[in-house]
């Protein structure tokens, strides 16, 4: 019998992220890299040791295994604990039968015995899809100082962008009037972070109750948390201000990684206090040659920079070489941008190569309509040819042959 | 395997003397090498990689920063229930005093030698950067059914007192050594990396205890006529560090793409403590040419042919040109550095200059401010 913590947390990482398109066939979305040396998943568990929780289980469902190998046992988040740590839970068989996860609530409900084993007051339910730094610790003596049955962390959006979200109606008091879920007019801007405390008892009678329920969604913003509010549960929004962004489409991927290159935006990865941790391969220092120039960039271990990089993110091991030119792009581990080849406005996968002479997306001002206009994905792996030219939007899934 | 019959001895604090500079205030197995390392990883990392999984590191005096950087072992894997790493600091036995020389050193820990129950000692100094099969050097000392067998490198020896020559038959045996300070020819000389039969070892230990001989290679050198001691030849990149003009330039030479595909491969990677900082970020007006530059940097200034360590701030308008600069020291606006040795958390002021020459690097002491 483990002893007994406070609040365990249980991360849902089972999402496929398919808007990602070809950077998720393999992986699951928590498993994107992102920021030079980090995965997404990095950031909520990071936060969670950061914020004193301990015990953490990881609910995997879409392609676990990268994910599965890449936490592995949770070292180098400080998770490798003789009581609590991380733990891998996938769906298994039961006498009553098999099945996948079906909902966000469902795949906790599934997984009921394994906090029943800890015990705990609180459970903090968080998502891997979300580029973000806080402090759960605070959040969870909010929901004790309000006496809560469910908190909620939100975050007030822009008012154009509300009717993305779900969001809530927020008395006086920090208690939640009225749910909206995506609304086409909305009346709020106060957006859930997909981040959620509950008092352990109450939650596993709901989620009880709501799988007994036919019909259900068996989801935690469709079904339980609505259950919960109508039958007059003290639920509470904890406001977050904060940098956070939802990296579920490209486009959101590819600005979150650049965000890290704007001295303006709100996201500190060199903050001792609250670092951000993450399974590093052992390369050595990067090298930047003789003739390179680099900029306004963020370039990681390993690297061997020969060519000109600007505005873009490097992760390890990527290798520019002399006369190539990457700018405005992403470019993930074991990469090679080979002489002459141009990548711009990209995201390119993980051991990928960019022969030479090859072009790789398009700056927005170079297009006819701007609305044409979009970032080339290479997918993991894939060889682009000699001189060859890979248009913006591009998702580019197969090798491409030379151009002659 | 055959490194399962090993076990690997480091001696942190062995050659200190050579550089006094930096070994102030640590061991020389602690001294920060090559942006990221410290010299010790590239031992522990050999030791590893070849499947050597119980190693001992001695220590004699100023080691915290080396049980801070090492801790139980993690980074190599060998924080382990079986086996493992295991810190051997000084201990006096009754009627001894202070450890001296290598022998001493060994005979304070003759017991945790003896328990190891492995048939072979590998004995190494944390001054000689290599990254070196040590699997191929074991499988020649038992194909050879050796006593002893010393790695040696041929070339010119580095500059530093008490180099051993060599002398190697045909058949890879060593009949003679020769103690010397200076060399212009090219020579076998001893990487001062030797694996020895564990029993062997405990003898000459006892021995060397009774006729109070301190010096471990005089003891082996006294014994080549009786013993079967072997030569094994490193062809790879391995430098020995002999002073901090030779710290300085060893590490420049890491500048060249094949010294550094030698010393990092993917096959025997490098391990050292992770420290999880974030990736190096460049700023508008950053110029870096011909540089190795760690995570954690921040760069708005130029750097040109030097190493930066982790953690470093090179702030607008500074210059840094054939230079060292360690983990975390900040380089303020319009500052110029030339040929400096910039140690640990130093602070150079905005508008300082500070230059050196090649063959005679400025050394800025840990936490010094200008």
Redesign the interface.
Known sequence: MAVKPECIAMLLAGGQGSRLGILTKNIAKPAVPY???YRIIDFPLSNCVNSGIYTVGVLTQYQPLELNDYIGNG??WDLDRANGGVHILSPYQQIKGTEWYKGTANAIYQNINFIERYDPEYVLILSGDHIYKMDYSKMLDYHKEKNADCTIAMLEVPWDEASRFGLMLVNDDGSISEFEEKPKNPRSNKASMGVYIFNWQKLRKYLIEDEAKEGSGNDFGHDVIPAMHSAGERMFAYQFDGYWKDVGTINSLWDANLD??NPKVDLD??DDSW????R??????????????????????GC?IGGN?DFS??FANVTVEEGAEVKYSIVMPGTVIKKGAVVQYSIVAENAVIEEGAVVGESPENMADVNDWGVAVIGNGIKIGKGAKVEPCAMIDSDIGGAE | MAANSVLGIIFSNANDEVIPELTALRTMGSIPFAGRYRLIDFQLSNMVNAGISKVGVITKSNYRSLMDHIGSGKAWDLSRKREGMTILPPYNLPGTSMIKGKADALYNSISYIENSNKDHVLLTDCNVVCNMDYESLVKAHIAKDADVTIAYAKGIPPKMEANTELVIDENARITDTKIMDCYSSEVNYSLKIMVIRRTLLERLLHEAHSAQVDDFETIISKNVQHLRVYGYEETGFVRVLGSLQSYYDISLELLKLENRKKLFTPERPVYTKVRDEVPATYGIGANVKNSLIADGCRIEGEVENSILFRGVTVAKGAKIKNSIVMQGSFIGENSTLDCVIIDKEAVLKPNKMLCGASNYPVYIGKGIVI
């Open positions: 920021g030079g040396k070292q180098p890290l290159l990865l060199n670092k951000i941790y993450s590093s391969p052992a390369a050595p220092p990067h090298y930047i040659g003789e003739n390179a120039k680099v900029e306004n960039s963020m370039i990681t271990e061997e990089i993110v490097l």
